[in-house]
């Protein structure tokens, strides 16, 4: 089946659909702005649709009258990964006020909850079904203790790693042993739950990075895995896990960027307008395949996955596993944003969907003449009051406030956290250009414009460009 034709993939999706067609559906807990598509995509499926909201956003909000609209006050979280872990609590623990709007707006109960991958399936809640979401089984497997035994089971290249208890020796041990010229990354276990967003990483190379790493680790973890320091430019490579293997989409550059002097990470946005050497490109794809046979095998997997890494000097070595609808997967998916969501939730529901790897496989031209990508800024402990937009120009080294539309545009609002920005549209790069390079100069701008701290950042070396162009 080609999906590339419109009218193929059109068909796809309108079956699809039919998980959610004429019931009430639930959306949340969540970023409100975040869920305006999909509220306009179930109004035209003939769905009632409630949202339960935590917050306004960055961009449009449904339009009136598409939706009703509950606010929950999220409990406060210092973190992306707190905000996140909190998720399945809330949709759990819901407000009274909340509880009551939901009933009255589905009183016969056929309604079926869409939730974020932080909330799990197993469950149902308020006796109502839950999708969106996956089942903790799934989640579990997003420990960074886990990583590296799935990377060997899956025959995945990988760099060296040790994992040890959180103990000052036995950290330091390790970091010995396999410091590199940038030195090494800790990254923390799961004991607590997921964690995400680069929050429980750190980069070590001196005796304060150390004192300063365990003081974070001993309270939140067990355990840490340390990793050599890996230069290269941060990637991912995702798949979707159907009956018949794995569907392997194109790399992602992720935006990591570097606080040399603070020794810290900064992450921001995803695109797909980099291109790794093509020799690469086909190693990761192999990656996604290989990893995605072991999952359904060992854990009965379905659905979409990611794989972070670095592509260094000698290839791409994976660091971390996405057992989900990742950031990444969500910017490939834009080729059709639609049927990816409705293709994931019927997939992790257990429906057949009557597609084939090689089905999903010919969207991979559609994905490489559709460059996507935005440039974010995500700040923690730092509001700005509201939300807010303004026309900003691109010189191509920096962004500056325009007193005229531009054609972009800069979005910024509260999170629960702190504040999220973006740049819309994203700018057109071209194919093989660099994102971060955008990203580092949004960061810049926001510290400038909104006293943010990100600070002096860079991005990460292409250590892999293709000297034939």
């Not at 680069?198 to 067990?222: K, M, Q, T």
């Not at 409705?342 to 969207?363: P, S, Y």
């Amino acid at each position: 089946m080609d999906l590339t034709d419109d009218a193929t993939r059109a068909a796809v999706t309108d079956r699809l659909g039919r998980l959610y067609a004429g019931r009430p559906v639930l959306l949340g807990p969540g970023i409100l702005a975040g869920f305006t598509p999909l509220v306009a995509w179930l109004r035209e499926l003939g769905c009632p649709v409630l949202v339960v909201s935590n917050a306004r956003g960055a961009g449009a909000i449904p339009a009136e009258g598409d939706c009703v609209v509950v606010e929950v006050l999220p409990p406060a979280s210092a973190s992306i990964t707190e905000e996140l872990r909190l998720h399945d609590r809330m949709a759990r623990e819901l407000p009274e006020h909340a509880v009551t709007a939901i009933e009255s707006f589905d009183p016969h109960r056929r309604g079926i909850w869409f939730t974020s991958p932080f909330v799990t399936t197993d469950e149902p809640i308020l006796d109502r079904p839950v999708t969106g979401g996956r089942p903790a089984s799934f989640l579990a497997l997003e420990d960074k203790m886990l990583a590296d035994a799935i990377w060997a089971a899956a025959d995945v290249r990988c760099a060296p790693h040790l994992i040890v208890p959180v103990e000052k020796a036995a950290l330091a041990r390790a970091t010995d042993a396999l410091a590199g010229p940038l030195g090494a990354v800790w990254s923390g276990d799961a004991r607590d739950g997921f964690n995400g967003g680069g929050n429980y990483v750190r980069w070590i190379r001196e005796d304060r990075d150390v004192a300063a790493g365990l003081a974070f680790f001993a309270p939140r973890c067990d355990r840490v895995r340390v990793l050599p320091f890996l230069d290269g430019v941060p990637c991912s490579i995702h798949g979707i896990v159907l009956p018949d293997g794995t569907a392997a989409f194109r790399p992602v550059e992720i935006a990591i960027l570097r606080n040399v002097p603070d020794r810290t990470f900064v992450y921001g946005g995803l695109g797909t307008f980099w291109d790794p050497p093509a020799a690469d490109r086909d190693e990761m794809r192999d990656v996604v395949r290989r990893v995605g046979a072991h999952l359904q095998a060992t854990h009965g997997y379905r659905g979409a996955f990611g794989i972070d890494g670095v592509l260094t000097a000698e290839g791409f070595r994976p660091t971390e596993l996405n057992t989900r609808m990742s950031a990444g997967a969500t910017v490939v998916a834009e080729a059709d944003r639609r049927f990816f969501t409705l293709l994931q939730a019927n997939l992790v529901d257990g429906v057949d969907v009557g597609l084939t790897v090689a089905d999903l496989e010919t969207l991979v031209t559609m994905m490489d003449e559709k460059r996507t990508g935005k440039a974010v800024a995500v700040a923690e402990g730092h509001k700005v009051g509201g939300d807010w937009s303004h026309p900003v120009s691109w010189d191509g080294r920096a962004f500056s406030r325009a007193a005229e539309p531009t054609g972009n545009l800069l979005v910024v609002a509260d999170t629960p956290t702190g504040f999220f920005a973006k740049v819309e549209p994203c700018l057109a790069l071209g194919p093989g250009e660099r994102l971060a390079d955008v990203n580092a100069a949004l960061l810049a701008y926001v510290d400038a414009e909104y006293g943010s701290t990100f600070g002096a950042l860079e991005p990460a070396p292409d250590l892999r460009r293709d000297p034939s162009g």
